[in-house]
């Protein structure tokens, strides 16, 4: 039986941005996952880093922390450019005095935590983004948002890591010694390790079934639409002000507002839509519809626009909107990374630094209390 320091369940970007840190530390690392690298709800994102979305707390403590990590690594040997980072920025817009009332309360608890938010007046939106809708009420501005290519992303961390992948490998248990979980059991074969991390997205309940520990990971589905390539229209990350409401939102049904941006390649990425609908991919044209609709209003040239594909992915929902980071005290040997719904990509490089302190004994950088695993109730549905 090989062994190593650290098992990594996993290997979507925040999989692989534990290898990438836990690597950093001096430890030896081997990933494994059932599929492709960054074949889950990775290869489905649009690659958002973002704090604009978040209300003070400990995800936005989380969100700070990463968007700081993010700029080290784009900083890096120019491996930034390797995983398409972009500090653009993010533009939020309101249709409604209200709303930009809301919007201006937000920012104003968000800006006592650390975050920076400027206030766009309706009539300097357009110096901001020439082709938005001419009658929406203003805006406000967060220059820390930013944006990556997360298939890239994972791909890169994994590949700087240095770690042993092994793709196709499904974990079918966990080994242990008494209490202790000392690795994992494969259909290729057991592997021993001083530590598993759970970085199994959408599956990180199942994962953590297997070693007798509750962790209420549901899916949520989302869909992206995709412009046929385009001249530069779109400079900044741009949402309607509903998204952070969405965000939030314990509904089960369909929700959607309007989040477009454009990429490198030309593409302009259209969401962002949720609901819990189990794993159930099939291609839902009310929700296209709607986002097409809502991405009009706020961008009414893209009314002549073609959209080639659309996607969906499953978002790694936690009944409390919190991500599940940490040791887990019910499995000695067990550390958890996931149920980060759609915040994982932004959010994955402060999971991998802290789960990286967490495996070598230092003192976390964030208190990761309100990130414990077994704060969930036993007989929860």
């Known amino acids: 039986m090989s062994s190593t320091d650290v098992v990594i369940v996993g290997a979507g970007v925040?999989?692989?941005?534990?290898?990438?840190?836990?690597?950093?530390?001096?430890?030896?690392?081997?990933?494994?996952?059932?599929?492709?690298?960054?074949?889950?709800?990775?290869?489905?994102?649009?690659?958002?880093?973002?704090?604009?979305?978040?209300?003070p707390g400990p995800e936005l403590d989380l969100a700070l922390l990463s968007s700081a990590l993010w700029a080290e690594l784009a900083a890096q040997d120019g491996i930034g450019a390797s995983f398409e980072y972009e500090a653009k920025g993010?533009?939020?817009?309101?249709?409604?005095?209200?709303?930009?009332?809301?919007?201006?309360?937000?920012?104003?608890?968000?800006?006592?935590?650390?975050?920076?938010?400027?206030?766009v007046p309706a009539a300097d939106l357009p110096g901001y983004e020439p082709n938005l809708a001419p009658d929406l009420a203003g805006g406000m501005f967060y220059p820390q948002d930013a944006q990556v290519?997360?298939?890239?992303?994972?791909?890169?961390?994994?590949?700087?890591?240095?770690?042993?992948?092994?793709?196709?490998?499904?974990?079918?248990g966990m080994l242990r010694d008494g209490d202790r979980v000392t690795g994992v059991r494969t259909d290729r074969g057991d592997l021993g390790a001083g530590a598993v991390v759970n970085a199994a997205g959408t599956w990180g309940g199942e994962v953590a079934a297997l070693a007798g520990a509750h962790v209420p990971i549901l899916p949520r589905r989302g869909f992206i639409l995709v412009t046929e390539?385009?001249?530069?229209?779109?400079?900044?990350?741009?949402?309607?002000?509903?998204?952070?409401?969405?965000?939030?939102?314990?509904?089960?049904?369909?929700?959607?507002?309007?989040?477009?941006e454009g990429t490198p390649s030309g593409t302009i990425l259209i969401g962002a839509s949720?609901?819990?609908?189990?794993?159930?991919r099939t291609l839902s044209l009310p929700a296209l519809r709607r986002l097409a609709r809502q991405a009009i209003r706020l961008f009414p040239v893209l009314g002549d626009v073609a959209a080639i594909r659309a996607y969906c992915g499953f978002r790694p929902y936690c009944p409390d909107h919190l991500p599940v980071i940490g040791p887990d005290p019910r499995a000695d040997g067990l550390i958890h990374a996931c149920g980060h719904e759609g915040a994982g990509i932004g959010l994955a490089a402060a999971t991998g630094h802290l789960i990286a302190q967490s495996l070598t004994g230092a003192r976390p950088d964030l208190d990761l209390a309100p990130f414990r695993p077994d704060r969930f109730p036993e007989n929860h549905e």
Do not use: W
């Open 14 to 55: 925040v999989g692989a941005a534990c290898a990438y840190y836990a690597a950093r530390a001096g430890l030896t690392v081997t990933v494994v996952e059932r599929g492709a690298v960054a074949g889950g709800t990775t290869g489905a994102g649009e690659g958002n880093l973002l704090v604009s979305d978040k209300e």
């Open 90 to 119: 993010g533009l939020v817009v309101a249709e409604t005095e209200e709303g930009v009332a809301g919007l201006e309360e937000l920012a104003a608890r968000q800006r006592a935590a650390g975050v920076d938010a400027a206030p």
């Open 149 to 172: 290519q997360p298939m890239l992303a994972a791909a890169h961390l994994l590949r700087a890591s240095k770690a042993e992948v092994r793709t196709g490998v499904t974990v079918t």
């Open 229 to 260: 390539p385009l001249p530069p229209l779109i400079r900044h990350k741009v949402y309607a002000a509903e998204y952070v409401a969405n965000v939030a939102s314990d509904d089960e049904g369909l929700e959607s507002s309007a989040v477009v």
């Open 274 to 280: 949720r609901e819990r609908v189990g794993f159930d």
